[in-house]
């Protein structure tokens, strides 16, 4: 072959040298841009550290302010609180030598914002001119001081111990009127209440036995406290010469054991007792026709149907329709054990049958409560473990919790919770209070109608409940009310929906200044007051439309939701709001109960839905995907955690033995020893 002419030669050897150029340059063009990019890269992470680390200290100094700016507001709220103790304090000097009275600025006026009698608006900081003191710096009151002792006392305790009509009760209601205390005014001005004449000589002879058994109770109470102490204190040192203290106290068990009521003293069997049904399902007017308050119209129609069902197997069937599954479930702890149902749910299988008289205004359904009557704690938890149990079968939705005074035990829908809102089925409420007997349980009731209960094998009633169910009233009686909620007025009205109108003895229309209470905002109002207060906006009329509309009531439905709507509208948000938090329930919490550690919810039922839980507590729907169903093992340790709570923080006691009450006194008991309790009541709402 040829070889190439010397021109082809060059043109390779140029294009070879171009290629290794190229290459070169590109390697070199390579390099630099990762030695750029290397560069770049460190520079960036040079800027990110730098950037994290001022981020840090920026937080840092940031927590430091915090932490500092907390000191400061402990400090400052630390010396307001001292500042507080300190300036709360009030010396009043009167004008005669040594009349001078110590007390605080929270006693003389509760409520700054709303100031109500001269004393009030003085240490207010609203007096409209400048306040006199003395040289010593007390508050100057050019007035006689005499009775300011009995001032006091009402601004404490809302009563004063005078004897009514006596001198002392007039030269009383002079200064009181003086300082702008118009409830005392009214109070130590009113006519004397003479309770056998106005209540008649049945309602006086049955109240007298209630409070003669309701006494032995409390007196019971007392001698097992003793002997308790007692006892303590010979094991701690049984030589240090006790003997005279255990003499006491068996002295104290002698006296309570002077007579002893049985299981149902006082008690009625209602389908045992020879015309028990006959009389009660025959209505009459009450026979001393007192003022009667939200009576429904209609119901005259059809007082010549019976009030009652016919019989114990009767009563069981429509239980069993309201309740479904309770009794059925409950059947061997009711006849084993000492428990009682109590309350709106016996009252509802009593008289919600089809064709009875006031079958119609009982359509919601009441809880069921459970009573327990044992004066052991130990006995109480086994109890309420066997109910619980009993109840919360496997494949079935239920949720237990612990509040402070009750166990919720609740049955949920277990329909698909992603699809439609949750609801409760039924809800079951063991109280956690100890009761000798069925007698004491009822005994504590506040409703007439209401104090009915079912052991498994009779229905009890007191002698009221008979009169409530016969008449269809509820006899007011101030021994229930609370001094500042309202609680027992809101559960007369919330009966009075449901067929039993509110029967007040004594009321004279002439003498209420219902225009006064209709102004008063329910939470300021007391006695007789709030609960016209209720009335009027449960009814929805306004007063200067005459008295008349407080004694009927439209038909509305009867449930509690209902009642809340009514109120709500007729107060508006803020004080339907007041009225909420002071109901309370009987046994129950309060709606913030899970956030405010006052409520144990055992965490095998998935501390997801806690804040779900809490809507519902609410009474408010909620919607949840998914929901724990029973089984023994979901049962055991939802258990375990409602008789000792590993919550270290829960405001009521963690272990369930330690949360039964036996030694606090009841409403009644506290309000058995007030003078003129009626009298006082009354007072509030006249003119």
Request: one cysteine or more; aromatic letters at 8%.
């Amino acid at each position: 072959m040829a070889e190439p002419p010397l021109f082809a030669k060059q043109v390779e050897l140029d294009a070879k040298q171009l290629v290794a150029s190229i290459t070169a340059a590109v390697e070199t063009v390579h390099k630099r841009t990762l030695e750029i990019s290397t560069a770049e890269f460190e520079s960036a992470a040079r800027i990110e550290e730098q950037r994290s680390e001022a981020a840090k200290a920026a937080a840092d100094e940031k927590q430091a302010i915090a932490d500092e700016r907390a000191m400061l507001e402990a400090a400052r709220e630390k010396s307001r609180v001292e500042v507080q103790k300190f300036s709360d304090r009030v010396t009043l000097q009167f004008c005669q030598e040594g009349q001078r009275f110590i007390t605080s600025r929270r006693t003389l006026c509760p409520d700054p914002e709303n100031p109500d009698n001269m004393l009030a608006v003085i240490f207010s900081g609203r007096a409209p001119m400048p306040i006199e003191t003395t040289d010593d710096g007390a508050v100057f009151i050019d007035r006689d001081g005499e009775h300011f002792k009995h001032i006091l006392q009402y601004l404490r305790q809302g009563y004063v111990t005078v004897d009514p009509g006596s001198r002392v009760a007039k030269e009383l209601a002079v200064e009181a009127e003086y300082y702008g205390m118009g409830n005392l005014t009214r109070l130590l001005r009113a006519q004397l209440f003479d309770v056998e004449t106005v209540l008649g000589p049945a309602i006086v002879r049955d109240r007298e036995r209630e409070a003669e058994i309701r006494a032995w109770f409390q007196q019971a109470v007392k001698a097992r406290e003793s002997s308790a102490a007692a006892a303590a204190a010979d094991q701690s040192d049984a030589a240090s010469g006790s003997g005279a203290d255990t003499e006491k106290t068996s002295e104290s068990a002698a006296a309570s054991d002077a007579w002893t009521p049985g299981m149902h003293e006082g008690l009625v069997s209602i389908f045992e007792e020879d015309g028990v049904l006959e009389d009660v399902n025959e209505w009459v007017p009450d026979p001393m026709g007192h003022q009667v308050l939200m009576e429904r119209p209609h119901t005259a129609a059809k007082r010549h149907l019976r009030m009652l069902v016919h019989s114990l197997e009767s009563f069981t069937r429509v239980f069993n329709q309201r309740q479904p599954n309770v009794l059925h479930r409950l059947q061997a702890v009711l006849q084993e054990e000492p428990v009682l149902i109590a309350g709106g749910s016996v009252l509802q299988a009593l008289t919600a049958a089809d064709g009875l008289r006031l079958a119609e205004h009982f359509t919601n359904h009441p809880d069921v409560d459970i009573f327990v009557c044992t004066t052991s704690p130990t006995e109480a938890t086994r109890i309420a473990q066997r109910i619980y149990f009993s109840l919360a079968v496997d494949d079935e939705r239920w949720v237990i919790t612990r509040g402070s005074g009750v166990i919720n035990i609740e049955q949920l829908t277990t329909t698909d919770w992603s699809a439609s809102p949750a609801s409760v089925l039924q809800q079951i409420q063991v109280v956690l209070r100890l009761y000798d007997s069925p007698a004491e349980v009822l005994l504590g009731f506040d409703v007439d109608c209401a104090c009915l209960g079912f052991d498994g094998d009779r229905v009890w009633a007191l002698p009221r409940a008979l009169r409530a169910l016969k008449h269809n009233i509820n006899v007011l009686n101030p021994l229930h009310a609370w001094p500042l909620r309202a609680s027992y007025e809101y559960r007369l009205c919330k009966y009075a929906l449901r067929g039993y109108a509110i029967a007040v003895p004594g009321l004279e229309q002439m003498k209420i200044d219902i225009g006064r209470i209709a102004a008063t905002p329910l939470d300021k109002s007391r006695g007789l007051a709030r609960l016209l207060r209720l009335v009027l906006a449960i009814t929805g009329r306004h007063p200067a439309s005459a008295w008349e509309p407080l004694t009927t009531l439209s038909s509305v439905h009867p449930g509690l939701k209902s009642l809340f709507s009514l109120v709500h509208d007729a107060l508006g948000e803020h004080e339907c709001l007041n009225l909420k938090f002071g109901i309370g329930s009987t046994y129950d919490d309060e709606p913030d109960a899970l956030r405010d550690k006052v409520v144990i919810y055992p965490s095998v039922f998935n501390n997801d839905v806690n804040v779900v839980y809490e809507a519902f507590y609410r009474g408010d729907v909620f919607a949840v995907e998914e929901f724990v169903l029973m089984a023994m093992f979901t049962r055991t340790e939802a258990w375990a955690e409602i008789n000792d709570s590993p919550d270290a923080e829960l405001k009521i006691p963690r272990r369930l033995d330690d949360a039964w009450d036996r030694s606090k006194r009841s409403r009644e008991a506290i309000n058995a020893d007030e003078p003129d309790r009626e009298a006082r009541y009354y007072a509030t709402a006249s003119t």
